[in-house]
């Protein structure tokens, strides 16, 4: 759940991201430029790392539309990241391919490694995880990605899960 600090904290868009709103935006037919919102919620989490509420509502403003209409497709589509997320965020294949192999058992080392459930970021704000669905690597799974360059590790298990926390921790520091 939001607290309340975040849902009232004022958000301003750079000169730049409004410029690539306006690029987006001219892409589409006059009158239709509810049509780039998708790429529009793209930007703002490219920028800010996650889709707040006040975020939303600049974005509704800007494209002459209900705040409504925004919520909806960001809180719709997993891709949007509606809460602040840690440095590294592990997303999990939790589909049934990935499962029949160990994806939860995966998932739940995750949480009793990080120390902190789906969602939620370590305290030091390098990570946070949560389950996703298909990440199409059906042949290699369990499989999980860390964005946003999504990069993939396969065959996963708790020692390669390990590594790469401690890899990722290591380089964080540099």
Known sequence: MLKVEEIQTPVAFSAELIAQFADVVSRYPEGKQKSALLPLLHLVQAEFGWVSPPAMDKVAEYLDILP???YEVASFYSMYLLRPQGKY?????RTGPCCLVGAEK???YIEEKLGVREGEVTPDG????RGVECLAACGFAPVLQIGPEYTFYENLTPEKVD????DLTAQSKN
């Open 163 to 166: 590594k790469l926390v401690a």
């Open 89 to 93: 965020l592990l997303e999990v294949c």
């Open 126 to 129: 390098l990570f946070s995880w």
């Open 68 to 70: 409504i209409e925004v």
């Open 106 to 108: 995966i998932m739940k």
